[in-house]
């Protein structure tokens, strides 16, 4: 016959019980409300057969499904990633639009994310959207693009240039172009914001010709910089980016990806001047606005540091000094005018004149 269990193990149980009891109620609570996703299976026993762990969270809302493009899977290159879709407003004239880059550390997601929150409001305000594929960093990587990053960056420009070129059968306004996108995609909008036209007037492609320049750029979360010097001096836990350059973690050396991307900074300063936003601000820019979901604190490691505000505040400022417009928007920020993307996105590219 089993021996009555020790006090230690009488204890344990009893929390057990109380642990047990608490995530019950929980999960009523979440049934009364129709939150809980998946049903605990019925019938004895239920309760140890499907343990429920403390941080669950209710499933979040499913989002609405997106209206049907107008056209979808554009091609404006030969890669099977150089694809668009597009929206079309309905407008008696030139439409402005929306060029969205979704994001994913330029390694992962689709044309869609990221975008059911503007999509409808773009359109409701005579705006009209496209959202581009590109090569991520491994494609690129396999083309023998160098640095990897120009792959996705090369692509955004070369689908915007194609976008122009179809602004007399698409029915748009060539000048309003905006972009906006969220993390790598929103690196990607401000590095398109920033650097000099790369129209090539004098080539034989009709599409080279078109103007890579945008009227306003709308961003969530952006990395503003991609000089790991900078990074690890606004926040210093910084661990993004070497990706983007080729820097690999490496256990020989007991280095990790960023590290080495460090390490190597003066190897590959001439791409950072290519491909940092920060790095190609000048005072002839667009105007740019960006949110952040938590505050700033310069110096300090931060919770999330690919995401942090930090990096608005250090471009803001120095768009600041070069007479570039730039909004900054997070938690207890001064001087917001717009409250979200959508409403600057819809004032500045239905503006009257000015930018």
Same mark, same amino acid.
């Given at each position: ?9 009488? %204890? ?5 019980? /109380? ?14 409300? &129709?939150?809980?996703? !998946? ?65 994913? &550390? +330029? ?6 994310? &990221?975008?059911?929150?503007? =999509? ?36 955004? *420009? ?12 698409w029915n748009l306004d060539k000048a309003r172009i ?11 909008? =401000? ?17 080279? /010709?078109?103007?890579?320049?945008? +009227? ?23 661990? $993004?980016?070497?990706?983007?350059? &080729? ?15 460090? %390490? ?10 290519? $491909?940092?936003?920060?790095? =190609? !601000?000048? %005072? ?39 007479? !570039?417009?730039?909004? =900054? !928007? ?12 959508? %409403? ?6 239905? *503006?009257?004149?000015?930018?």
């Open positions: 016959m089993p021996s009555a269990p020790g006090p230690a193990k009488w %204890a344990q149980g009893k929390k057990y019980e /109380r642990e047990t009891e608490m995530k019950l109620q929980r999960i009523a609570r979440w049934m009364l409300t &129709g939150t809980l996703a !998946v049903l605990l299976p019925l019938g004895a026993g239920a309760a140890e057969a499907t343990p429920v762990k403390k941080d669950a969270k209710p499933a979040k809302p499913a989002q609405p499904a997106l209206p049907k493009p107008t056209l979808e899977d554009v091609a404006y290159g030969k890669h099977p990633k150089q694809v668009l879709n597009f929206w079309k407003a309905e407008s008696s004239t030139p439409t402005p639009l929306l060029f969205f880059i979704y994001g994913g &550390g +330029w390694t992962g997601g689709n044309r869609t994310s &990221g975008l059911g929150g503007l =999509l409808p409001e773009m359109l409701k305000n005579g705006i009209s959207v496209v959202s581009i594929e590109y090569r991520f960093i491994s494609e690129a990587t396999a083309d023998k693009i160098v640095p990897p990053v120009k792959g996705p960056l090369s692509d955004a *420009a070369r689908a915007l240039q194609f976008v122009r070129s179809k602004a007399g059968e905006g972009a906006s996108g969220g993390s790598a995609g929103a690196c990607s909008s =401000l590095w398109l914001a920033f650097h000099p036209d790369l129209a090539d007037p004098q080539s034989a492609d009709p599409v080279a /010709r078109e103007s890579t320049r945008l +009227w306003c750029a709308a961003v969530s979360s952006p990395q503003t910089t991609l000089d790991p010097q900078q990074m690890k001096e606004w926040t210093p836990n910084s661990s $993004y980016g070497g990706h983007a350059f &080729g820097f690999t973690a490496s256990k020989e050396k007991k280095l990790s990806s960023f590290e080495g991307f460090l %390490a190597g900074r003066e190897k590959i300063l001439p791409w950072i001047a290519e $491909y940092s936003p920060y790095a =190609l !601000v000048s %005072a002839d820019d667009p105007p740019v606005y960006m949110n952040f979901g938590a505050p700033p604190a310069l110096g300090q490691p931060q919770k999330d540091p690919t995401h942090t505000s930090n990096f608005g505040v250090k471009l803001q400022e120095h768009c600041k000094a070069l007479g !570039v417009p730039c909004e =900054l !928007v997070y938690p207890g920020a001064p001087d917001v005018q717009h409250p979200s993307i959508a %409403a600057y996105l819809v004032a500045k590219l239905k *503006a009257p004149t000015q930018r």
